[in-house]
């Protein structure tokens, strides 16, 4: 009941709520970012989401667009300023995901959208993470965030996605809320953040025609 037709609506009245709450930050972090990053303050990139469906995914820009003396882009480190840090500290540049929110393409809670890159390279079971939409936060965030191994996320997110309860979601909210303030379970720093998935298991489980990585 709630899953089908009250998460949905729900979520949206939130997100709007919150928006307006938070319009004054939202504004200020534009003005502080656009000086912070000389320019767009602002970062987007596709993610799938409900069925597989591709988004554009916006946050607040962590990194600047440096670059060095051959034109290309300096490394994630020496693009990752204090202001950047801080954003990621305080979970801040998750801020504009509310607008995916509000459009539909996310919700409050639900597995996190991950990169388009990944989808080969899924087992049939982790896909199903995919049959709602991606979330904000979500049961693999509170259970490890960004320090877990990706086999242990990808079955909390599958775990969540077949026992979706306004109860379990109330208490993955108020966790976040907890590990946002405390700063459990982060990695702030481009050193210590998540592998990739696609090179993880290229490495473990061969090239993505090989169907032994749906077994």
Not at 21 to 30: E, N
Not at 75 to 86: H, I, S
Not at 109 to 132: A, C, F, I, K, S
Not at 174 to 196: C, I, N, Q
Request: no cysteine; net charge neutral; hydrophobic share 40%.
């Amino acid at each position: 009941m709630y899953a089908k037709f009250l998460k949905r609506p729900l979520d949206f009245l939130l997100a709007l709520a919150s928006v307006v709450i938070l319009s004054p930050l939202y504004l200020a972090l534009t003005g502080i970012g656009a000086i912070m990053m000389k320019g767009n303050p602002f970062f987007t990139q596709e993610r799938p989401g409900r069925r597989e469906k591709v988004f554009r995914l916006v946050k607040f820009r962590t990194m600047t667009n440096g670059k060095g003396p051959d034109g290309k882009l300096l490394p994630d480190a020496e693009r990752l300023n204090g202001y950047g840090r801080f954003l990621r500290a305080s979970s801040l540049d998750e801020l504009p995901e509310l607008f995916n929110i509000l459009a539909g393409q996310m919700a409050l809670v639900g597995p996190r959208p991950l990169l388009v890159q990944y989808l080969p390279w899924y087992t049939e079971e982790e896909r199903h993470r995919h049959d709602v939409r991606p979330g904000l936060t979500g049961l693999a965030q509170v259970r490890g965030r960004n320090r877990i191994g990706w086999d242990e996320r990808l079955a909390y997110d599958v775990e969540y996605v077949r026992n979706i309860t306004f109860t379990g979601d109330l208490r993955i909210v108020l966790e976040t809320f907890r590990k946002v303030f405390t700063h459990e379970d982060l990695a702030v720093d481009t050193d210590t953040a998540e592998t990739y998935l696609d090179e993880e298991r290229k490495e473990r489980r061969g090239a993505p025609d090989d169907q032994s990585i749906y077994a």
